[in-house]
T-cell receptor, first 118, second 109 residues
């Protein structure tokens, strides 16, 4: 079964540094997402992306965050100047266009990148 | 009122028990309903998906949605130790999924 992959699995950075989290969505999916989960808390929506533009974003997704699909396979989340409170597990998800009866709204998650900001 | 509330845990049951996991939601606009399973420090794994009121069965798992009372449930029959994980309900209307906090289930051999 195709899977969403994410790299790195763990990223440690200093406060104020830029980080880029990378994802390879399922190959024929058309919709891409980022979520985050702070330890012990709910999974929270950050942003959705379709047709090379953001389709929806949450209040968390402020000017420090950006997303990009630089080529036909990768989907990235950039945090420009990391803060201590950005420490969390970041999940990429994808959906749609897979055929086999799957609907656009069935989102499949990657294993996550654990971001630690010191 | 929180958008999605999930019964607090943790929950511990003996092997073979029937497990009932429940969530309520507040937004009538939510159109689709999912259950995810999450093992420690892993990504959520999609277990069940439905977009209408009623029951949907897949093996030992049954998802139930009652839109009139905004209530969603997951039943696990003949629970196994391998079912031990955190179960997350999620719902949404457009591209955004809203999750419950999750309940940790432990199935004792």
């Amino acid at each position: 079964e195709p899977e969403v992959t994410q790299t790195p699995s763990h990223q440690v950075t200093q406060m104020g540094q830029e980080v880029i989290l990378r994802c390879v969505p399922i190959s024929n999916h058309l919709y891409f997402y980022w979520y985050r989960q702070i330890l012990g808390q709910k999974v929270e929506f950050l942003v959705s992306f379709y047709n090379n533009e953001i389709s929806e974003k949450s209040e968390i997704f402020d000017d420090q965050f950006s997303v990009e699909r630089p080529d036909g396979s990768n989907f990235t989340l950039k945090i420009r100047s990391t803060k201590l409170e950005d420490s969390a597990m970041y999940f990429c998800a994808s959906s749609g266009g897979g055929g086999g009866g799957r609907l656009v709204s069935e989102q499949f998650f990657g294993p996550g990148t654990r971001l630690t900001v010191l | 009122q929180k958008e999605v509330e999930q019964d607090p845990g943790p929950l511990s049951v003996p092997e073979g028990a029937i497990v009932s996991l429940n969530c309520t939601y507040s937004n009538s606009a939510f159109q689709y309903f999912m259950w995810y399973r999450q093992y420690s420090r892993k990504g959520p794994e999609l277990l069940m998906y439905t977009y209408s009121s009623g029951n949907k069965e897949d093996g030992r798992f049954t998802a139930q949605v009652d839109k009139s009372s905004k209530y969603i449930s997951l039943f696990i029959r003949d629970s196994q130790p391998s079912d031990s994980a955190t179960y997350l309900c999620a719902t949404g209307a457009n591209s955004k999924l809203t999750f419950g906090k999750g309940i940790t289930l432990s199935v004792r051999p």
